[in-house]
């Protein structure tokens, strides 16, 4: 502990049940007595938490910050048990978010190839249909809960479409990511059996689209195929580096967006002037609101809590903090987008804020591939909710409801609403 902490009201409990719920009141105490935090995380790891939105934006653009866990400066002991992606799975360690320049550049312009705005705005048909298949789902029952009947089925399907998984083939990818999300932090076995099969049957997937696409050389309209064939200075993925891209699409892509329409959500329903504002922009036609709406909600409670995680490659001075070399740090994105610094009145949310500059999206070369996909995603899921399910409400108490209890992502287990039904 800092002289400074030591000085000021006892430190916060942090990832205790409570902290789950509601984190904000600790990360404004960090903010003000202790913005650069060494903390012992629930796997042991000490890890430094950064919490103001200025050393935030810095830390996150930082290369002296490595992606690669292989920096960290693990004690002998906590080896392979500490929670750090990529030290047990060795084979997914070529994804975009554990590697740093000049790895990072090369893979993310090739992928940038394939995953361009175009091929998103050209998906929003689609994201509608599938927005409308799901609510038609439960719209007659008058109930729903929407974290299960709506918030995570929509994204894997939608990142299925893109990628080009067959139709038939999508829900096993379903089951996959539901044991992934549901057990995240939890027993082991099962998640590493859903990692395993999904890379396998992603690995077979780009095989067969390969040998189809050498055999016929067409335009092979998904992203899957957009990934083969995307080159550039003359170079290719290989199929283990396609097969990891795809798989950290899914994976950044997935309980990310669930947890966009969650939260996002929750914090609709229990901002009932907010909502009201919204409802009636949506009835006179206009789009406005529910864009900034959207950044606002990630900006007020965002999905992703903390930004994943990075090492000091060197001794370095964050926020007047010097980090040894080896240390972890993880910049906690939730706590610099409620920085009174930086916003007014940061914990208003505010549908027509103004001041939108948040780190929801992260900061830096590593900043969110996703994010169109994303906008679309919750801008079609959030504006349909409240069009075709005007008096949508929570069923039951705010209070009573239980958020997961994950180190980088925030977000509902379940979101009981009740409505008026519809045919
Ligand atoms: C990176 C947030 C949706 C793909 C990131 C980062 C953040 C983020 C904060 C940076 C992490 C860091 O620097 O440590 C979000 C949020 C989303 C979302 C809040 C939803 C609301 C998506 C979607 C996709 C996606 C839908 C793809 C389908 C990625 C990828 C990266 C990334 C590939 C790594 C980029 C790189 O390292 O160069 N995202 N994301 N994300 N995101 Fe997203």
Redesign the pocket.
């Known amino acids: 502990m800092t002289e400074h902490e030591a000085s000021a009201s006892a430190a916060p409990e942090l990832f205790t049940w409570e902290f789950a719920t509601d984190p904000y009141p600790a990360y404004a105490w960090l903010r003000e007595h202790a913005p650069v935090h060494r903390t012992r995380l629930p796997s042991g790891v000490e890890a430094w938490l950064v919490t103001r939105y200025a050393d935030a934006k810095q830390t996150?653009a930082d290369q002296r910050l490595s992606?690669n866990p292989a920096h960290h400066d693990e004690p002998a002991h906590a080896k392979g048990r500490t929670g750090i992606p990529g030290e047990r799975k060795a084979e997914l360690m070529t994804?975009?978010?554990n590697i740093d320049p000049p790895d990072?550049t090369r893979l993310?312009r090739l992928?940038s190839k394939a995953?361009t705005p175009r091929r998103v705005a050209e998906f929003a048909p689609r994201v509608q249909e599938l927005t409308d298949q799901l609510i038609a789902g439960f719209a007659a029952r008058g109930s729903a809960d929407l974290i299960h009947e709506f918030a995570f089925p929509l994204?894997i399907y939608a990142?299925c479409d893109?990628l080009g998984v067959p139709r038939e083939d999508q829900d096993d990818f379903r089951d996959w990511a539901g044991m992934m999300i549901r057990h995240g932090g939890g027993p082991r076995g099962g998640v590493a059996r859903s990692v395993k099969k999904m890379r396998g049957y992603l690995a077979e997937l780009i095989h067969r689209k390969r040998e189809a696409l050498t055999a016929e050389p067409g335009p092979g309209e998904d992203l899957i195929s957009g990934l083969i064939r995307a080159s550039d200075h003359g170079e290719h993925l290989t199929e283990n580096e396609a097969a990891a891209m795809a798989f950290?699409?899914?994976f950044?892509?997935?309980e990310?967006?669930v947890?966009?329409i969650g939260n996002g959500m929750h914090a609709l329903l229990t901002h009932p002037g907010q909502r009201a504002l919204l409802q009636a922009s949506l009835a006179a036609g206009e789009s406005g609101l529910l864009e900034t709406g959207v950044e606002e909600l990630?900006r007020y409670d965002?999905?992703?809590e903390l930004?994943?995680?990075?090492f000091a490659t060197e001794d370095v001075r964050i926020g007047g903090q010097d980090i040894a070399a080896g240390d972890p740090v993880l910049?906690v994105?939730a706590a610099a987008d409620r920085d009174p610094e930086r916003f007014q009145d940061p914990d208003t949310l505010d549908l027509s804020r103004r001041d939108l500059q948040h780190?929801?999206?992260?900061?830096?070369?590593?900043?969110?591939?996703?994010?169109p996909?994303?906008?679309l995603?919750?801008q079609t899921a959030l504006g349909t909710l409240l069009e075709r399910l005007p008096d949508i409400q929570l069923a039951g108490e705010s209070a009573d409801l239980r958020w997961r209890g994950g180190l980088i992502m925030r977000g509902l287990r379940t979101l009981p609403v009740e409505f008026t039904p519809v045919k």
């Open positions: 996150l992606k994804h975009l978010l990072h993310r992928v995953f994204p990142i893109l950290i699409l899914l950044a892509g997935f990310t967006t947890n966009l990630l965002g999905p992703v930004a994943t995680w990075r910049v994105l780190l929801g999206y992260g900061h830096g070369i590593h900043y969110c591939l996703g994010a996909l994303a906008r995603e919750g």
